[in-house]
């Protein structure tokens, strides 16, 4: 199983970005998915989750201008980053709880730079 994440740049304050991230492999379901980030030297920190019937929650800084997704068909999660601000600049990792009809683990993508700057 590997989670394959796209959608990173750079971006002016007030932007916005994408983000994408696709699973693939042996996956038999996918329960929660959710992005994650690390700004330097800060700790890794939530950003947003969605379980499988849609459910989602997010960060207190992120509420209102964030928006999480997911295409089930696709295997994949969605970020949709709005209204972006300086302390959003971060490396953005995608996690799933992938059950490949075995066992049930959580993968992580490789993470996408996201800089918010002008």
């Known amino acids: 199983v590997q989670l394959q994440a796209s959608g990173g740049g750079l971006v002016q304050p007030g932007g916005s970005l994408r983000l994408s991230c696709a699973a693939s492999?042996?996956?038999?379901?996918?329960?929660?998915m959710g992005w994650y980030r690390q700004a330097p030297g800060k700790q890794h920190e939530v950003v947003a989750r969605i379980t499988s019937d849609g459910t989602t929650n997010y960060a207190d800084s992120q509420k209102g201008r964030f928006t999480i997704s997911r295409d089930n068909a696709k295997n994949t999660v969605y970020l949709q980053m709005d209204s972006l601000k300086p302390e959003d600049t971060a490396v953005y990792y995608c996690?799933?709880?992938?059950?490949?009809?075995?066992?049930?683990?959580?993968?992580w993508g490789q993470g996408t730079q996201v800089t918010v700057s002008s």
């Open positions: 996690n799933a709880v992938i059950n490949d009809g075995r066992w049930t683990r959580a993968y």
């Open positions: 492999g042996s996956i038999f379901s996918i329960s929660v």
